[in-house]
């Protein structure tokens, strides 16, 4: 048997959530065409080309992170695609974690460690 209160807040909810997200599309449509165009449909990172149906993998990232930030210029926005994107925003949150967490001081690979980088040195030295 459901209960009517919690059917009500769950339609509430619903309702908001509903409302939140077409605001966050209004919002980002309006930077979004206008960054696609101002700079040339290419990934500010990987330098992969979109067009086409692709061309909605490619996201405006916000230089500033500051999503109210939106110059008319466009000089707070990059067109990353969306895994760049997330990569930014994942380097962001690494970041910030080495400089607050328990372990701020210790010497730790980043993102960007390569295991293997130095091996080609080892196989020099063992000849």
Do not use: I
Request: proline share 6%; hydrophobic share 25%; with cysteine.
């Amino acid at each position: 048997m459901s209960n009517p209160t919690n059917n009500k807040r769950a339609e509430e909810r619903d309702r908001l959530v509903a409302e939140m997200r077409k605001e966050e599309q209004q919002r980002q449509a309006g930077y979004r065409e206008k960054a696609l165009k101002l700079f040339p449909h290419v990934c500010g990172r990987c330098t992969r080309e979109f067009e086409g149906k692709n061309l909605r993998e490619l996201t405006v990232h916000h230089v500033d992170h500051n999503h109210d930030n939106n110059p008319p210029d466009g000089s707070n926005w990059e067109l990353l695609c969306m895994y760049c994107h997330d990569h930014e925003h994942t380097r962001l949150v690494q970041e910030q974690r080495s400089t607050d967490g328990p372990s701020a001081g210790e010497d730790r690979p980043s993102l960007a460690h390569s295991p293997f980088a130095a091996l080609a040195d080892k196989f020099k030295q063992s000849k």
